[in-house]
DNA sequence: ATTGACCTTAACGTTGCGTAAAGGTGTATC
DNA sequence: GATACACCTTTACGCAACGTTAAGGTCAAT
């Protein structure tokens, strides 16, 4: 089956402007020219077309695709998991731009002031990057990513009804951890049974469990801005009290 | 607080020149401009910049944001509840992207690996049709998207090799379970063989294995009719089998 | 008086096309 | 054979939201 332009866009769902476009960047050439000096396509560039249109809807640039298609021994999963980064990244972003916006919220309810650099943190992007490079490596090598992943892993691992559990647990750590936080002493009652809770908690997702790593883990909550942001988002500082009940359950410090 | 423009600038994130081109379309002016023609910002200014980058975070065009914020009559709160619904959206929508990508990951990884396309053409079918389309959503809900995500990265970091196995694997369990379901007995060699085949294959879906785990998914192709209609498809009563037999080779229940 | 870090305007480059403009081609119909 | 009309072609400017030189003025310190 042979195409000409308007009937390969129809197709295609492009504009025959785009067409043109991939054949004057190279990403998609005509598999011939005719007398007339007409583009035609042949069923080779329909397969080419599908896939430049693939990885286009996944946001991918069309240098990129250009990469894709046009090595045939590109590593087209490296380029994804690239990808990947860069979305993973905007969405950090995105949580910190949230937290930010409640903050505000509450800003304009009078409840919390906010400093002028505060008012930027969602925005930061560099400073999340310089702080990635400065500490996230470190961190990692320190605690080890191997935990990260595995409990990634462990949490497949869970029926259905051990993922209710957690959850309910995780929202008992919230409730506690808010409650606690109020008295303002990582020693108090309420903030050591929040620290027994996230010993628990922490069980589901660690196969074996020791007082180090889990001191270790909860300064990693200080030190990581993602997590220190999530546990910060409705409370600024309680990141740093967490970290201080547990290192006064475990009686271990970092 | 007065600002100059790169005062302004590393404070807010943004570079300058993006300052001057807000000033340039009017959408941001300097507070006064000094003797010696530099740009200088004001409180004023820091508040309306975080607004516009705000909104510009959430694609909304810089004509659009410039009537935003040069409305006279603006609720501000209310604009910011709704910029979080947004936001929220908006990550929403990012997840679905990253959860695409990384399936589209493990399709490319697999047809470089796997040496027989049409087999990555029926893999890819399947994964990304059954899984997502059929199951997807519905199964993301009940069990919790992790799991289903942890899962997916599983099976997007198999080899051919390994594809291949779990594959045969599959079928290996079909048929002993087949002929095992026809003693009728799950505690006989046969059912037995099959459960522990299934703790095989499953060890290629999972990074640990507990017998907890594996009593409670048993359990799951019980209860979900989904599971239980693949089981049932030949040999109606399969699924209550192979669980009774899991429940019997693991020495647990649900 | 000379750095060096600031600031200024001006103007072209970028991505992924949309949108003319100006013209050639193919086929049907009058 | 003229005309109409739907195709096709290249060329080229426009868009958003800045990035990136270039060419030059200002400020504080040495």
Chains 1, 2 share one sequence.
Request: a negative charge; proline letters at 2%; hydrophobic letters at 35%.
């Amino acid at each position: 089956m042979e195409y000409t332009i308007q009937k390969l866009a129809s197709l295609a769902g492009v504009s025959t402007r785009t067409l043109r476009y991939y054949d004057e960047i190279g990403i998609l050439k005509p598999a011939r020219i005719n007398s007339s000096g007409y583009r035609i396509y042949g069923q080779e560039e329909v397969n080419t077309l599908q896939q430049i249109l693939f990885y286009r809807e996944l946001g991918v640039g069309l240098d990129s695709i250009k990469d894709i298609v046009t090595a045939p021994s590109f590593d087209g999963a490296k380029a994804l998991r690239e990808h990947r980064e860069k979305l993973l990244e905007k969405r950090e972003q995105l949580d910190l731009l949230i937290s930010n916006v409640d903050k505000t919220i509450a800003l304009t309810e009078g409840r919390i002031t906010m400093s002028d650099k505060e008012k930027f943190e969602g925005f930061k992007k560099k400073m999340v990057e310089d702080n990635e490079k400065k500490y996230g490596k470190e961190i990692r090598e320190k605690y080890g990513k191997e935990k990260v992943e595995a409990s990634n892993a462990k949490v497949m691992n869970m029926t259905q009804e051990q993922y209710e559990e957690v959850t309910a647990l995780a929202e008992q750590i919230h409730n506690t951890l808010a409650e606690a936080f109020k008295t303002g002493d990582p020693a108090s009652e309420l903030a050591q049974k929040a620290a027994d809770l996230h010993k628990q908690w922490l069980t589901y997702y660690w196969k074996d469990y020791s007082k180090e790593a889990h001191a270790g883990l909860a300064q990693m909550y200080v030190d990581d801005e993602r997590f220190t942001a999530y546990y910060d988002k409705e409370q600024p500082g309680t990141a740093v009290f967490l970290r201080d009940a547990i290192h006064i359950y475990t009686g271990k410090k970092i």
